[in-house]
């Protein structure tokens, strides 16, 4: 039996959705990924429900982080800074201020945060070639994977929309998307053309729970999964909130699919690169750290709640550090052992 074929040359970072815990997780990865030179290198971007909130600011943002060398400071100021000031901000329904102030729907309130704090009106055609990037969102109606791109071409078994004029803003917010705390974003004929029209979007982790199927082609994947343990989520009277647990168990459900399936690949050899897990535990990896992550205390952001509600300094920072310290651990135990080891964290006076 002959061994598979390698995937061509080219490199992914694949970052997965679960709220602004991923986004803030999934952030301090493309911190260590930037600091070990690899960002740079990335040829490809994909990113579905929190993920794609990163991977839509890391593309929109490329050329200055180019410009900058693609420096840890570059990376603070235009990555992590402006996710700092979006995930200080509820956006898990639309807060009293906001209702009062901005009287149209839910999705157009989403979408002005998104905007503002982000995106700046970037449109897919303004996006620099490479890294592609691409962001994916689920339809609703039809159970089939959508995927918003500045790469034109088609998809198996997907719909593929590549309309340079498309708002970056728009496709974040169709990959986020989940009934009721966020509606599902409805694509008009006005807006798309063939079999597009008439789509209702949502959660891109539907279809592609770890932002893996716009991969495949590529040799190295870099994959970050920002989901979280299964635990009970009381709403505000206390009760569990079932309609999030649900939710929140099918995800986990689809991840252990595509999950095994990438670690056959790096084991056989189609690619290279690494996974890391907001679950993960650092006594799993060969390789040592000098950052220290109590095992109880990478627990306690692991059974944060899947939400879009506003986190204070001390949840942001911290879920920073754990993003940067297990990307750094599996990058040195199954990409680069070369690598050198981080002095400390980004906020060291944190910590985990």
């Not at 956006?91 to 906001?98: E, I, N, Y």
């Amino acid at each position: 039996m002959s061994s598979p074929e390698p995937a061509s040359p080219g490199t992914a970072l694949c970052l997965s959705g679960g709220g602004y815990r991923a986004v803030l997780f999934n952030a301090g990865a493309v911190l260590r990924l930037a600091e070990a030179g690899l960002l740079g290198t990335a040829t490809r971007i994909c990113g579905v429900s929190g993920g794609a909130i990163v991977a839509g600011l890391v593309a929109v943002h490329w050329s200055r982080l180019a410009s900058d060398g693609f420096s840890a400071a570059a990376v603070r100021r235009e990555i992590l800074a402006p996710l700092r000031t979006l995930t200080s901000r509820t956006l898990d329904g639309r807060s009293v201020v906001g209702g009062l102030l901005f009287p149209r729907s839910l999705t157009e309130w989403i979408s002005h945060n998104f905007d503002r704090d982000l995106y700046h009106g970037v449109q897919f055609g303004d996006l620099p070639s490479l890294p592609r990037l691409s962001i994916g969102a689920s339809q609703l109606n039809g159970g089939t994977r959508v995927v918003f791109s500045n790469e034109a071409r088609s998809r198996v078994g997907a719909i593929s929309i590549g309309d340079p004029s498309y708002p970056v803003t728009d496709a974040v917010c169709a990959s986020i998307a989940m009934p009721p705390a966020f509606p599902a974003l409805r694509v008009s004929e006005s807006d798309l053309d063939g079999e597009a029209r008439g789509m209702q979007l949502a959660d891109g982790m539907l279809c592609d729970p770890l932002a893996l199927a716009d991969a495949q082609d590529c040799r190295t994947l870099w994959v970050s999964d920002g989901g979280g343990a299964l635990v009970e989520e009381p709403s505000i009277d206390g009760k569990v909130d079932q309609a999030a647990r649900a939710i929140e168990i099918l995800q986990d459900a689809l991840r252990l699919s595509p999950k095994h399936a990438l670690l056959s690949g790096f084991q056989d050899g189609r690619h290279a690169g690494a996974y890391w897990s907001l679950r993960a535990n650092t006594s799993d990896y060969p390789a040592d750290t000098c950052l220290v992550c109590p095992p109880s205390r990478a627990a306690e952001l692991a059974a944060l709640p899947t939400r879009f509600a506003a986190m204070n300094e001390d949840l942001q920072e911290r879920l920073i550090n754990w993003g940067y310290a297990i990307c750094d651990i599996s990058l040195r135990s199954w990409f680069d052992g070369t690598l050198a080891r981080p002095a400390e964290f980004p906020y060291r006076d944190r910590g985990l």
